[in-house]
């Protein structure tokens, strides 16, 4: 006698299995969704969707692409484990400032049976027309390790004054440490100091622009390393301190002053051509006459 074929208790087999481990795969699947959605740049995720940066589009981006607050290691709620105290302030004169942030953690409640993790915090600075940051300086300080990672998204042209430029957003990262909700701590604080530079304003009677910086948006990113594989949690922090945009008043024309200035400059414009013809033909009537 024939034996019959097996394929079909193969298959049978194979669908149990299936049944039993799907669950777990699918959940291991959305865990490597949830952590591949959180890349290296929030912003640069963002710019993948939209051109420029709006605010109520960039509040919905956090809400419903970014898997904001949601963590199955670490609380959801970091409020009832850590206090944040936030205070930023413009320092220098003229032109070239620094925003200057000093950041405040208390780690009030550690949590038990936390795997190895690894924390940064992140800022995302959002730039007005009349401000930009230099891409090539951040560049330097990036090398020079003042920031774990930094980068510009927006309007990056250097050259455009406030009339034609574009918002921009800076996204500044800066590691604070290993396994630091796992261990209580009084106070860990540290300061980010980041170059801005003023655009070249409109005329203005008063002879200054001001230019109002909003409170920046604040997150908390931590790679959890577990096995089969590593997850990265992102939190969106609240600070205790009431948050409060800044102005900057930025240097600029007077209107008053326009027609003066337009007036001298034609003269010395109309000066210096008549001074080039006059040396034209005096040098070419030296000329004549040393042939001569």
Not at 97 to 126: A, D, G, M, Y
Request: proline share 4%; with cysteine.
């Amino acid at each position: 006698m024939k034996a019959k074929p097996r394929t079909p208790v193969c298959i049978y087999l194979l669908l149990e299995i299936s049944l039993i481990f799907c669950p777990t795969f699918g959940s291991y699947l959305d865990g490597i969704s949830h952590s591949s959605k959180v890349g290296r740049y929030i912003m640069a995720s963002y710019y993948e969707k939209h051109e420029s940066f709006i605010d109520s589009l960039f509040d919905d981006f956090l809400t419903q692409d970014l898997p904001i607050n949601i963590c199955e290691v670490l609380p959801c709620d970091l409020s009832t484990v850590l206090s944040l105290s936030f205070l930023s302030r413009i320092k220098g004169e003229g032109s070239h400032r620094q925003l200057s942030s000093t950041i405040k953690f208390n780690i009030e409640k550690s949590v038990s049976q936390v795997p190895t993790h690894h924390c940064k915090f992140i800022i995302i600075e959002r730039l007005v027309s009349g401000v930009f940051a230099d891409p090539f300086e951040l560049e330097h300080l990036l090398h020079r390790a003042v920031f774990s990672d930094v980068a510009v998204f927006g309007d990056t042209n250097l050259e455009l004054p406030s009339v034609l430029s574009n918002i921009s957003v800076v996204e500044v990262h800066k590691d604070i440490g290993l396994n630091i909700l796992s261990h209580y701590k009084n106070l860990l604080d540290f300061t980010v100091n980041l170059p801005l530079h003023s655009r070249y304003p409109r005329l203005d009677g008063s002879g200054y622009v001001q230019v109002r910086l909003k409170a920046p948006d604040l997150f908390l990113q931590c790679s959890i390393q577990e096995k089969p594989h590593n997850r990265s949690c992102l939190f969106k922090l609240e600070t205790d301190d009431a948050e409060a945009d800044l102005t900057w008043s930025v240097p600029a024309g007077k209107r008053s002053d326009a027609g003066i200035v337009s007036v001298v400059t034609f003269v010395s414009a109309l000066i210096s051509v008549l001074c080039i013809v006059i040396s034209t033909q005096v040098s070419r009537q030296h000329k004549v006459l040393k042939h001569c």
